[in-house]
């Protein structure tokens, strides 16, 4: 078993930045692909993107892309979400997900976390 737990999540203005975590433990070595996903109230659980293990190659949805950085603490088993340049369309739970390679669907992760809200105000 993989138990994943966010945090960083918050209230932030239109043009802000936020910090997402994501840590893992347990059987990591068992997930070589760790995504965030989103899901605003009313919408389908979306994609935000995702980093490989051990080369950390990672894929951002077209949304976020220059916006959004991932990045990971191995010594920790933590990843990071940088999120930078928020806009009110970014409000929503995001949730770090962990499965056995780099996917952007989410029936291909295996292990989620309990979700963290992000709320960015106009």
């Known amino acids: 078993q993989v138990q994943l737990v966010e945090s960083g999540g918050g209230l ?3 043009g802000g930045s936020l910090r997402l975590s994501c840590a893992a433990s347990g ?3 068992s997930t070589n692909g760790m995504g965030w996903f989103r899901q605003a109230p009313g919408k389908e659980r979306e994609f ?3 980093i490989s293990w051990p080369r950390s190659t ?5 949304s976020v892309k220059g916006r959004f950085t991932l990045s990971r603490d191995n010594a920790k088993n ?3 979400l940088q999120m930078n340049s928020l806009k009110p369309e970014d409000t929503a739970v995001y949730y770090c ?3 056995p390679r780099l996917q952007i669907g989410a029936n291909e992760y295996n292990y989620w976390g309990q979700g963290t ?3 960015v105000s106009s």
């Open 12 to 14: 932030v203005q239109a």
């Open 78 to 80: 933590t990843v990071y």
């Open 58 to 62: 990672t894929y951002y949805a077209d």
């Open 27 to 29: 059987r990591t070595f």
């Open 48 to 50: 935000v993107a995702a």
């Open 97 to 99: 997900a962990a499965g």
């Open 117 to 119: 809200q992000v709320t």
